[in-house]
């Protein structure tokens, strides 16, 4: 996706819904800090699916259990909007939404399923129905606050909220709007997910603290502890927002999306389609690999991903791979699902504004084969004008987001 410099996007507000809280200086606290979300399943349907944790978030006030991803969606946009001081009554007729999910309302679906094994039809199904099947964030936002520019509802596994962002980039560069609201949203810690992914192998294993259950590019590592969430950005055609005043967060420089098509639950090993993805990025965000400073990796901690987006980066970056710092947060804010790269996204745009790297907490024993700068414990300082945000997905999505300091 080349950048249309006649039509420059730029990043006017953010909001955000995580398990480290939804204040984004508190977020950022904890990121700094290392602190972790990770908690223990509940004795009950969840800690008999056999997983062990989980990555919930805590006091979020919803209409129905089974709507918790849009409930999210909405306290993310409002969030967002406040930041970026829009008043979208103004501007309604061009303002577009593009808020995906992985797997929508599944709770709700699951709802469905436990009424219908009570037996006959219960009095609740049908709204059940409605929220799995009818309903979608980016619908609840564009009504909410009565937008009537595109609205796009993406779904690509856990590269959602790349391919969200992405599209209402362009949906800005081509002339469809001039502000479109983005990002994903996930609420997926129930039985059948926590059951699925247990028997795929993919979940942090029992044995020692939650906290401490998520461990990328470890020789240890066996998993990621599963998390829920929601990460919305506001972006905006950059005359637009020097029009009204703005406060301009970054640069949107663009990125790319696109398969690795080797296995529906496994990354290529050689990590040869992520790193095609990324050089197709750093082309159409006009940005040398020697320019990228901070990569918040997809990161999961699972044995085939580290190894693959570690050569990927390495492919590409090649011997300037060693002057950069990466980390993966999702030891500390869980794996959102599709949630995830929108809000690593607008963790890159944090560590982007302080020039601090958030850690990859639990990185005491690096698995060789993973041998970048992965920040390792610690956060730390350092000059940052450009950042990329990775993510992939099953079924073989991969997303690549690139941004950069605005002055």
Same mark, same amino acid.
């Given at each position: 996706?080349?950048?249309?410099? *006649?039509? @420059?996007?730029?990043?006017? +507000?953010?909001? !955000?819904?995580?398990?480290?809280? &939804?204040?984004?200086?508190? /977020?950022? #606290?904890?990121?700094?800090?290392?602190?972790?979300?990770?908690?223990?399943?509940?004795?009950?349907?969840?800690?008999?699916?056999?997983?062990?944790?989980?990555?919930?978030?805590?006091?979020?006030?919803?209409?129905?259990?089974?709507?918790?991803?849009?409930?999210?969606?909405?306290?993310?946009? *409002?969030? @967002?909007?406040?930041?970026? +001081?829009?008043? !979208?009554?103004?501007?309604?007729? &061009?303002?577009?939404?593009? /808020?995906? #999910?992985?797997?929508?309302?599944?709770?709700?679906?699951?709802?469905?399923?436990?009424?219908?094994?009570?037996?006959?039809?219960?009095?609740?199904?049908?709204?059940?129905?409605?929220?799995?099947?009818?309903?979608?964030?980016?619908?609840?936002?564009?009504?909410?606050?009565?937008?009537?520019?595109?609205?796009?509802?993406?779904?690509?596994?856990?590269?959602?909220?790349?391919?969200?962002?992405?599209?209402?980039?362009?949906?800005?560069?081509?002339?469809?709007?001039?502000?479109?609201?983005?990002?994903?949203?996930?609420?997926?810690?129930?039985?059948?997910?926590?059951?699925?992914?247990?028997?795929?192998?993919?979940?942090?294993?029992?044995?020692?603290?939650?906290?401490?259950?998520?461990?990328?590019?470890?020789?240890?590592?066996?998993?990621?502890?599963?998390?829920?969430?929601?990460?919305?950005?506001?972006?905006?055609?950059?005359?637009?927002?020097?029009?009204?005043?703005?406060?301009?967060?970054?640069?949107?420089?663009?990125?790319?999306?696109?398969?690795?098509?080797?296995?529906?639950?496994?990354?290529?090993?050689?990590?040869?389609?992520?790193?095609?993805?990324?050089?197709?990025?750093?082309?159409?965000?006009?940005?040398?690999?020697?320019?990228?400073?901070?990569?918040?990796?997809?990161?999961?901690?699972?044995?085939?991903?580290?190894?693959?987006?570690?050569?990927?980066?390495?492919?590409?970056?090649?011997?300037?791979?060693?002057?950069?710092?990466?980390?993966?947060?999702?030891?500390?804010?869980?794996?959102?699902?599709?949630?995830?790269?929108?809000?690593?996204?607008?963790?890159?745009?944090?560590?982007?504004?302080?020039?601090?790297?958030?850690?990859?907490?639990?990185?005491?024993?690096?698995?060789?084969?993973?041998?970048?700068?992965?920040?390792?414990?610690?956060?730390?300082?350092?000059?940052?004008?450009?950042?990329?945000?990775?993510?992939?997905?099953?079924?073989?999505?991969?997303?690549?987001?690139?941004?950069?300091?605005?002055?």
């Amino acid at each position: 996706m080349v950048m249309n410099p *006649e039509r @420059a996007v730029v990043v006017t +507000g953010m909001g !955000l819904v995580t398990p480290l809280g &939804r204040d984004q200086e508190q /977020v950022w #606290s904890k990121l700094i800090a290392g602190a972790s979300g990770a908690a223990l399943l509940p004795e009950g349907a969840l800690r008999d699916t056999g997983a062990s944790y989980h990555c919930p978030v805590r006091d979020m006030e919803q209409e129905h259990a089974w709507s918790r991803s849009v409930s999210f969606a909405r306290a993310a946009v *409002e969030s @967002a909007i406040k930041d970026s +001081g829009i008043e !979208l009554e103004a501007c309604a007729d &061009r303002t577009g939404v593009c /808020v995906g #999910s992985s797997k929508g309302a599944i709770a709700a679906l699951e709802e469905i399923c436990r009424m219908r094994h009570g037996g006959g039809y219960a009095a609740g199904e049908g709204e059940a129905f409605a929220h799995f099947y009818l309903k979608s964030a980016a619908q609840e936002i564009a009504g909410l606050f009565r937008l009537r520019g595109p609205v796009s509802a993406p779904m690509a596994a856990c590269a959602t909220g790349a391919y969200a962002l992405l599209i209402g980039n362009r949906m800005i560069e081509r002339g469809e709007a001039d502000i479109v609201i983005a990002g994903g949203t996930d609420s997926c810690i129930t039985p059948l997910l926590l059951a699925g992914y247990k028997r795929m192998g993919v979940l942090a294993g029992n044995g020692g603290s939650p906290q401490e259950a998520c461990k990328p590019y470890d020789v240890r590592r066996n998993g990621f502890v599963l998390g829920e969430g929601c990460g919305i950005v506001i972006l905006e055609e950059r005359e637009h927002a020097r029009a009204r005043g703005a406060k301009i967060l970054a640069l949107f420089r663009g990125g790319a999306v696109g398969q690795d098509i080797h296995h529906a639950l496994s990354p290529d090993p050689s990590g040869e389609a992520m790193a095609e993805l990324i050089k197709i990025a750093l082309v159409a965000s006009h940005v040398g690999p020697e320019r990228i400073d901070y990569i918040n990796t997809h990161g999961t901690g699972t044995r085939l991903n580290d190894p693959a987006e570690t050569r990927a980066i390495k492919a590409v970056f090649g011997a300037a791979a060693s002057r950069l710092s990466l980390s993966s947060t999702k030891p500390m804010t869980g794996h959102l699902l599709g949630a995830a790269g929108s809000v690593e996204f607008i963790i890159s745009l944090m560590a982007l504004r302080h020039g601090v790297v958030p850690p990859t907490i639990n990185l005491r024993c690096p698995d060789p084969e993973c041998d970048l700068d992965y920040t390792p414990l610690a956060a730390k300082t350092r000059a940052i004008e450009n950042v990329m945000s990775l993510s992939s997905g099953f079924g073989g999505h991969i997303g690549v987001l690139i941004a950069g300091r605005y002055s």
